[in-house]
Every structure is written in C-alpha cells, then in structure tokens.
Nanobody, 128 residues
Framework: QVQLVQSGGGLVQGGGSLRLSCAAS????????MGWFRQAPGKEREFVAV???????YYTDSVAGRFIISRDNAKNTVYLQMNSLKPEDTAVYYC??????????????????????WGQGTQVTVSS
C-alpha cells in the first residue's frame, strides 16, 4: 500500500509561481513512475507531467516550458514547479504513482487509469 500526501497550491496571480509537493510512503519510491494530473470544474482529469524511474520527464504541450517535474528519492517526494501560471491552469492537481513494471510506454503514463495510487488533490487557482 502506498500513501501519497500532497502539499502546496493556493491562490496566485497570473504570471506567478507555485510549487506542489507529493510525499510517498513505502521503501521503493525510486521504482515508481510519478505523474501529475489536474481536473478543472466540469472537465475530465487531464495529464500534466510524468517523471519516470530513470528521471526522464514528459509534459503535456500546454505546460511544457513553464512547469518542471522533479523527484527526490531520498525524501520520497515528487515536485511540480509551476511558473508563468495562467488562469487556465486553475484546477485541482493530483499526484499519482505507477508502481508496476517500469517497462511501460510514455503514452500509457499519460492516462489516469494506468496509475495505482493517488494523492488527495490540492486546489490551484490563478487569477487574471
């Protein structure tokens, strides 16, 4: 069983920055692919970014160049640094862990159904 506890988020003006954190329980965090997703009111949960076991990263086009996903395996924590925030980034953000075989395509890691465990979600609101 893996527990994911999120922190960070809040209200920020457009153009500002926020950092989200997601701390995982368990002794094999370094073996998990970790993703960030978001869900705006009335919309489906959408992929934001993923960091794989080896540290490679992948972003959805709308955040590439503005957001940075990183991980600290010593702290069992994954981060999402969000810069140049826009009102359309407003959503509840979720971290997620994929704990099965590392042999998986990046495409599958963009799909919510792939992930085994989810954080509790944190609200990010960007004002115009």
């Amino acid at each position: 069983q893996v527990q994911l506890v999120q922190s960070g988020g809040g209200l920020v003006q457009g153009g500002g920055s926020l950092r989200l954190s997601c701390a995982a329980s368990g002794r094999t965090f370094s073996n998990y692919a970790m993703g960030w997703f978001r869900q705006a009111p009335g919309k489906e949960r959408e992929f934001v970014a993923v960091i794989r076991v080896g540290g490679s990263t992948y972003y959805t086009d709308s955040v590439a160049g503005r957001f940075i996903i990183s991980r600290d395996n010593a702290k069992n924590t994954v981060y999402l640094q969000m810069n140049s925030l826009k009102p359309e980034d407003t959503a509840v953000y979720y971290c997620a862990a994929y704990t099965a075989t590392p042999v998986i395509t990046t495409q599958r890691l963009t799909q919510p159904a792939t992930y085994d465990y989810w954080g509790q979600g944190t609200q990010v609101t960007v004002s115009s």
